[in-house]
């Protein structure tokens, strides 16, 4: 069985000091100190060490192969996005990061597949991105569950999304910058909590704008299986029922109704959850993920689904079906 892993992180093996270039800011650049491992440095900041298979193509390709698993959607690391900078130093970030991206895909494209990050503070800058990242062979982009604050709804972003149904590039929503992370430092919970939260604030953000009725071919999907989106539905949907004055004031049509519109990937840690998941959005709408190669990812990708007890075709549209539907790409490209 084909297996196919959409959601992963890569970074080229050398970054630029963007800082030094630029004269501002805090940009993520690497220190390699030691064989294998590197230093991520923000600004002049200890941000995390990262291993050898953050950047090495080749000991990824090894470590997949341990669980059958053929290829991976690469895309760069949330901290990398810098929507924060000045728009074309931005810009320039970005085509560094796709780039090296575009070069993996040519160089293993069996192996391989490639999304994008463009720079959203700047709507204009951002579909050029987008289109180049078309150009040169990457199968959509990845965004940030909110923009320097702003959600998702906000109209500047909707020609971004309009591009992307234009170009049939898809889009993987990743939670970063969350909410309220100053002051939940401790006990890791920006991550366990925070991050949910955020994934939960952009599906909600493009539902009641509208996003999904305006624009019905936009291929979206949501990292950890939508956050905590689909287990509180039940919350929003009453919310909207309970109060449209504050809640349908762009779109009518309840929430409950996009279940099944838009992806989810299977980064839930637990069959019960997957289960939970699969009775709400069907398989066809489920993609396998990792986040590989951080340590709050899947790294046995998808052991506890093969471990499952569904059948068969289950997995098969979890493993490979979904994920070719959602990034437009033919089985026939990796046989």
């Known amino acids: 069985m084909l297996k196919i892993d959409t959601h992963t992180h890569i970074l080229p093996r050398k970054l630029p000091n963007w800082s030094e270039k630029f004269g501002y800011g805090d940009f993520i650049y690497l220190q390699h100190h030691k064989k294998g491992a590197a230093k991520m440095m923000r600004g002049n900041q200890f941000f995390r ?23 991976q959607v690469v895309c760069t690391v949330p901290v990398m996005f810098s929507y924060w900078a000045r728009p074309l ?18 160089k293993y494209p069996k ?25 040169i062979g990457l199968s959509g982009i990845q965004i940030g569950s909110n923009i320097n604050d702003l959600n998702l709804n906000e109209e500047r972003f909707f020609p971004i999304f309009e591009a992307c149904e234009k170009l049939s590039m898809a889009v993987l929503v990743h939670p970063w910058n969350m909410m309220g992370e100053k002051n939940i430092q401790r006990y890791w919970l920006p991550w366990l909590v925070g991050m949910p939260a955020e994934t939960a604030r952009a599906i909600c953000s493009m539902i009641f704008a509208g996003i999904f009725e305006k624009l019905p071919n936009l291929r979206v999907n949501f990292a950890h299986a939508g956050g905590s989106f689909l287990s509180t539905i039940g919350r929003i949907q009453h919310g909207f029922e309970c109060r449209p004055d504050l809640v349908a004031i762009d779109n009518n049509i309840g929430p409950k109704h996009y279940l099944g519109k838009f992806w989810v990937d299977s980064i839930t840690h637990d ?24 340590p709050l990812g899947d790294l046995e990708v998808g052991k506890f689904i093969e471990d499952m007890n569904i059948d068969s075709s289950i997995k098969e549209d979890i493993f490979c079906n979904a994920p070719l539907e959602w990034l437009g790409v033919s089985k026939e490209r990796f046989i």
């Open 49 to 71: 060490e990262i291993q050898e298979n953050s950047w090495n193509p080749e000991v990824r390709i090894k470590e997949y192969a341990k669980f059958r698993t053929q290829v």
């Open 89 to 106: 130093d931005c810009l320039d970030v970005s085509r560094y990061l796709n780039d090296d991206i575009a070069e993996l895909i040519v």
């Open 111 to 135: 192996n391989y597949l490639g999304l994008g990050t463009i720079p959203m503070q700047d709507t204009e800058l951002a579909i050029q991105e987008l289109e180049r990242c078309k150009e």
């Open 271 to 294: 069959p019960l959850m997957l289960d939970y998941v699969l009775k709400l959005q069907g398989s066809k709408k489920i993609t396998l993920g990792t986040d590989y190669p951080f």
